[in-house]
């Protein structure tokens, strides 16, 4: 047997199996201290695999760090301490420093702090970013309760139809594919939902592998199940021209997309704040599983 045969997730169950954890199973790990809990998180981009030596160093090195706040957000924390461990090839210089200076750039707009790391050699860049939190009251997976709502940040597929429009390698793009192609390389994690989360939350997390996958993770962990409206899904105006031009679905887009770093969290619909940018897509009911339009849904990103 091999790790394509049992899957990311499949792999992590052994795993966590054999470590005998019950602290594994959300995007950090929720550890107290006193009277608050410190947010463990580490994720590892990988050249050519989660991006390619022609994007701009600048923008990596921002997404390396978003990628982790946005973790620490899903779960209702802050973002403070930052480690960075990089695997190199023999870059030159420059390289390296314009990546950093990305990094610099999401510490100083996120408020968190470098303050350590490692280097090594190797034959394809990779950043590997753990990263520590802060918050009172963690939220995670598990505690979505039958008649909460499901909820939504911001707008969802923009990511998955920037990566397109990259694969495209095009001379020139229009105002809009270029809008698209940022929210894919400099995505911004949901820090302004932090306070919401802490407060309302019964369940919640970032949607990095794509709404339906994230949603099974909410509903494996909470034991219920979910029904997404389609028609409730929020669109961009440029993801809506992106799929009139190209000919695509943006409900396809939306549900099984990834790497929209939005978030994604239950609570009684009372709650719902109309100031913020969030949007009501389902319901969690007794049961498992997750259901679009009422039929059974898998899919979105999976490594292996």
């Known amino acids: 047997m091999r790790v394509s045969d049992i899957g990311e997730f499949g792999l992590i169950r052994r795993l966590t199996e054999i470590l ?40 990596v090195g921002w997404k390396s760090l978003s990628v982790n706040v946005s973790d620490v957000a899903g779960n209702g924390g802050e973002p403070k301490w930052v480690l960075v461990s990089l695997m190199l090839p023999d870059l030159e210089l420059g390289y390296i420093e314009r990546l950093y200076t990305g990094i610099k750039k999401a510490c100083e707009f996120y408020r968190c702090e470098v303050v350590g790391g490692n280097v090594s050699r190797g034959e394809r860049l990779g950043i590997d970013v753990f990263l520590v939190g802060l918050s009172p009251k963690p939220v995670g997976r598990k505690g979505a309760k039958p008649g909460d709502s499901l909820f939504v940040t911001g707008t969802l597929g923009d990511s998955r139809a920037g990566l397109e429009l990259l694969s495209m390698e095009k001379e020139k793009y229009e105002d809009f594919e270029l ?14 939902y932090v306070k919401h989360i802490q407060k309302y939350a019964n369940a919640s997390m970032d949607i990095s592998d794509g709404l339906v996958a994230d949603a099974h993770h909410i509903c494996e962990r909470s034991s219920v199940r979910i029904d997404i409206d389609s028609s409730k899904l929020p669109f961009s105006n440029e993801l809506l021209r992106f799929c009139e031009k190209y000919g695509k679905d943006p409900k396809d887009y ?11 969290f239950t609570h009684p619909k009372a709650r719902w704040n109309p100031f913020l940018d969030m949007s009501e897509i389902g319901i969690v009911s007794e049961g498992k599983g997750v259901f679009v339009d009422g039929k059974p849904a898998e899919g979105g990103y999976k490594h292996f």
């Open 20 to 59: 005998g954890s019950e602290v594994i199973g959300d995007d950090c790990a929720h550890l107290q201290l006193g009277n608050t809990y410190l947010l463990l998180t580490t994720d590892l981009m990988l050249e050519d695999v989660h991006f390619l030596r022609r994007y701009p160093p600048e923008a």
């Open 179 to 192: 809008a698209l192609i940022e929210r894919h390389l400099r995505p911004t994690a949901r820090i302004d």
């Open 254 to 264: 939306a549900l099984y997309g990834g790497e929209d770093y939005q978030l994604l």
